[in-house]
């Protein structure tokens, strides 16, 4: 992509001019292992009933702006009221949006880093200050020092599992967070799917009126291609969501999918049991190279974090020799020497291991 030069970035918001377009370094390979999609794709039973919704759907016609009938089918799913529900174009429409409503000068975000990137971009995009409060060794975070922050922030985010290291946030933190911040609290829980059963925090929703909890089908439900997402809210918090979104930014085919997904949500378990089982035979597996100096952390989502010796290289090799793509974090601060791997079919999983191990000896 073209740099933004030096005559444009004078006529930006200078808030906006002092960033770069946001680069997921992705390359044409063989085995995408990067972006922690679901390589299982669409079950088969579920595809011709996608196909039939995509096709039948109303190219012609604006969308519903708030998605009515998939709004319902959210909400029955959840157990919470229609009111409680908004849908976007996939979770990061979804976080921007609470920092349109709740951001800019004088509304602090209190982030735990490292965390999803995106937070503090769209932070900085719209003048919002950051408070961070850095992850304890082991990526273990910080919940005494959240608490004290929270309680002058109008947005608190955290990630449970938290993306790139695996970890799920303490339930009892989230209260904590709950009792202490006068403004919102939200949970990301992109991942929750994969993580153990009674690990999401929506059912404090009736109990926290300043609690929000997002949800994506990118992840589980293999609609990564689609960008759909959700937030779990009280209805007053939906409202200002639906205030300042774009009116049709959920297509009529975006819907479509979606509602076949809440539809047949069953159809994808055994690909999410899948993941679940072979992220615990991957990370034995790169156990077994610690002796090469691998470490890897354990994990409630569909990727590994995983620290390797010259990390950057090594990323680089099994792109450029092996045809595998994996995710560097090594130049992020907190995560030097890190990869993310998302967790594939069995036999891309084997293959990656297997690249490691040979590249750490030297082959």
Same mark, same amino acid.
Request: aromatic share 8%; with cysteine.
């Given at each position: 992509?073209?740099?933004? /030069?030096?005559?444009?970035?004078?006529?930006?918001?200078?808030?906006?001019?002092?960033?770069?377009?946001?680069?997921?370094?992705?390359?044409?390979?063989?085995?995408?292992?990067?972006?922690?999609?679901?390589?299982?794709?669409?079950?088969?039973?579920? *595809?011709?009933?996608?196909?039939?919704?995509?096709?039948?759907?109303?190219?012609?016609?604006?969308?519903?702006?708030?998605?009515?009938?998939?709004?319902?089918?959210? +909400?029955?799913? @959840?157990?919470?009221?229609?009111?409680?529900?908004?849908?976007?174009?996939?979770?990061?429409?979804?976080?921007?949006? #609470?920092?349109?409503? #709740?951001?800019?000068?004088?509304?602090?975000?209190?982030?735990?880093?490292?965390?999803?990137?995106?937070?503090?971009?769209?932070?900085?995009?719209?003048?919002?200050?950051?408070?961070?409060?850095?992850?304890?060794?082991?990526? +273990?975070?910080?919940?005494?020092?959240?608490?004290? *922050?929270?309680?002058?922030?109008?947005?608190?985010?955290?990630?449970?599992?938290?993306?790139? /290291?695996?970890?799920?946030?303490?339930?009892?933190?989230?209260?904590?967070?709950?009792?202490?911040?006068?403004?919102?609290?939200?949970?990301?829980?992109?991942?929750?799917?994969?993580?153990?059963?009674?690990?999401?925090?929506?059912?404090?929703?009736?109990?926290?009126?300043?609690?929000?909890?997002? @949800?994506?089908?990118?992840?589980?439900?293999?609609?990564?291609?689609?960008?759909?997402?959700?937030?779990? *809210?009280?209805?007053?918090?939906?409202?200002?969501?639906?205030?300042?979104?774009?009116?049709? &930014?959920? &297509?009529?085919?975006?819907?479509?999918? *979606?509602?076949?997904?809440?539809? @047949?949500?069953?159809?994808?378990?055994?690909?999410?049991?899948?993941?679940?089982?072979?992220?615990?035979?991957?990370?034995?597996?790169?156990?077994?190279?610690?002796?090469?100096?691998?470490?890897?952390?354990?994990?409630?989502?569909? #990727?590994?974090?995983?620290?390797?010796?010259?990390? @950057?290289?090594?990323?680089? %090799?099994? %792109?450029?020799?092996?045809?595998?793509?994996?995710?560097?974090?090594?130049? /992020?601060?907190?995560?030097?020497?890190?990869?993310?791997? /998302?967790?594939?079919?069995?036999?891309?999983?084997?293959?990656?291991?297997?690249?490691?191990?040979?590249?750490?000896?030297?082959?």
């Amino acid at each position: 992509m073209t740099g933004i /030069t030096p005559e444009v970035r004078a006529l930006m918001r200078p808030s906006a001019a002092a960033l770069e377009p946001y680069d997921p370094a992705f390359s044409p390979v063989d085995v995408i292992l990067s972006a922690n999609e679901n390589n299982y794709g669409i079950p088969p039973e579920v *595809a011709p009933a996608l196909a039939k919704a995509v096709t039948d759907a109303a190219w012609n016609r604006y969308p519903v702006p708030l998605c009515g009938e998939l709004r319902e089918k959210i +909400a029955a799913w @959840h157990g919470v009221a229609p009111e409680q529900v908004i849908v976007g174009n996939g979770g990061d429409e979804l976080l921007f949006n #609470f920092f349109l409503a #709740f951001g800019g000068a004088g509304h602090a975000l209190v982030s735990c880093p490292p965390t999803f990137s995106v937070y503090g971009l769209y932070a900085s995009m719209v003048e919002t200050p950051v408070v961070e409060v850095p992850r304890e060794k082991g990526f +273990a975070p910080n919940v005494d020092a959240l608490v004290e *922050a929270a309680r002058t922030a109008t947005l608190v985010v955290v990630t449970s599992p938290n993306n790139p /290291t695996g970890d799920l946030f303490p339930r009892e933190g989230v209260r904590r967070l709950c009792e202490a911040c006068p403004g919102i609290v939200l949970v990301d829980e992109a991942y929750i799917e994969f993580a153990d059963p009674g690990s999401s925090v929506e059912d404090m929703l009736g109990e926290y009126q300043n609690l929000a909890v997002l @949800h994506t089908f990118s992840k589980a439900f293999a609609l990564a291609g689609a960008r759909m997402g959700y937030v779990l *809210a009280s209805p007053a918090v939906v409202a200002a969501l639906a205030a300042v979104r774009q009116p049709y &930014s959920v &297509s009529v085919l975006d819907q479509a999918a *979606a509602l076949v997904a809440v539809t @047949h949500r069953d159809a994808f378990q055994p690909a999410i049991q899948a993941i679940r089982q072979d992220r615990g035979r991957l990370s034995k597996m790169l156990d077994v190279l610690a002796p090469l100096g691998v470490y890897v952390w354990p994990s409630q989502a569909n #990727f590994l974090c995983v620290r390797v010796p010259h990390a @950057h290289d090594v990323w680089r %090799r099994l %792109r450029d020799e092996r045809s595998i793509l994996v995710r560097d974090f090594s130049f /992020t601060p907190g995560l030097e020497g890190c990869l993310r791997i /998302t967790v594939g079919k069995p036999e891309e999983n084997d293959l990656v291991v297997a690249a490691l191990k040979s590249i750490l000896k030297g082959e």
